[in-house]
């Protein structure tokens, strides 16, 4: 049932790929939302009722117009950041839902297969399935805290205790989302962005959305072998190996929702 369940979160990452991705707003600076997407999503879902038939959702109109080409970065480092904190706090949130309320968390998945598209069926191994799953092992987790240096272990365990779910989704985030196809998109100079422009080709979002969809249900699977082992909520030294620099981001937050971003806006864009 991983498979399915990560088709909900396809819901997210669509609108993250889609027009605009999360600034399609008739102003330059993007407010931080008085409540997350993804809950808006969420409740949404959980105030239909279920269709009859297949999904019949309507495809978006591609309006794709790009400046330079790969040159050209379509994404503002600001809106990436964002866009980071903001998927790492939704899979934050759907971990700490699996197990905390299974009644609800199976309803969601039965509702993403009732209304999302469902993709391939097929979901192919991650590259980094294999490193998230050996991250979950006690035996490596002994290991990665003998060997941690010892001027942070303290700092770092207590980020790892406090944190220790959002710190799995952010690595979780980094190898489903951030070190992947996007970086296509997110690289190059930036030249502003237009409002009524889609800066996602259909042939990247593909791209992106399958390379996600095997890293989400990598990171599903590795919350279910903590599960299993008696690990969940993850303690201290089991979220410590999530935290180490050759697998999970540096720097990011463990507790940011969302974000400010200011956009650059290109001279030549058509005024709204």
């Given amino acids: 049932m991983n498979a399915l369940s990560t088709r909900f979160w396809l819901c997210w990452l669509g609108g993250i790929v889609s027009l605009g991705l999360p600034t399609a707003y008739a102003q330059s600076s993007v407010a931080m939302p008085t409540r997350e997407t993804y809950r808006q999503a969420v409740a ?14 309507a495809p978006r109109q591609d309006s794709l117009s790009r400046r330079g080409g790969e040159q050209v970065s379509q994404v503002d480092d600001d809106e990436m950041s964002r866009m980071n904190v903001e998927i790492s706090a939704a899979l934050a949130w759907w971990f700490g839902l699996c197990g905390a309320n299974d009644r609800r968390y ?5 509702r993403a297969l009732a209304y999302l598209p469902l993709g391939p069926k097929t979901i192919h191994p991650h590259p980094k399935a294999d490193e998230l799953r050996t991250c979950t092992m006690s035996d490596v987790a002994a290991e990665v805290r003998r060997t941690w240096w010892m001027g942070r272990l303290d700092q770092d365990l207590m980020t790892a205790g406090a944190h ?25 100079r930036c030249e502003g962005y237009g409002l009524n422009e889609r800066r996602v080709s259909p042939k990247a979002e593909k791209a992106i959305v399958r390379h996600a969809q095997g890293g989400i249900f990598a990171g599903i699977k590795a919350v279910d072998y903590l599960r299993y082992d008696d690990a969940w909520p993850p303690p201290a030294e089991r979220v410590l190996p999530f935290l180490h620099g050759l697998v999970g981001p540096i720097g990011w937050s463990s507790t940011e929702q969302s974000r400010l971003v200011e ?7 058509p005024a709204i």
């Fill in 44 to 57: 949404a879902r959980m105030m239909k009722d279920y269709p009859d038939g297949k999904n019949t959702a």
């Fill in 106 to 110: 199976w309803d969601l998945v039965q």
């Fill in 164 to 188: 220790g779910v959002r710190v799995i989704a952010n690595t979780v985030t980094l190898q489903a989302w951030r070190n992947g196809p996007i970086e296509g998109v997110h690289a190059g």
């Fill in 263 to 269: 956009l650059p806006l290109r001279g030549d864009a």
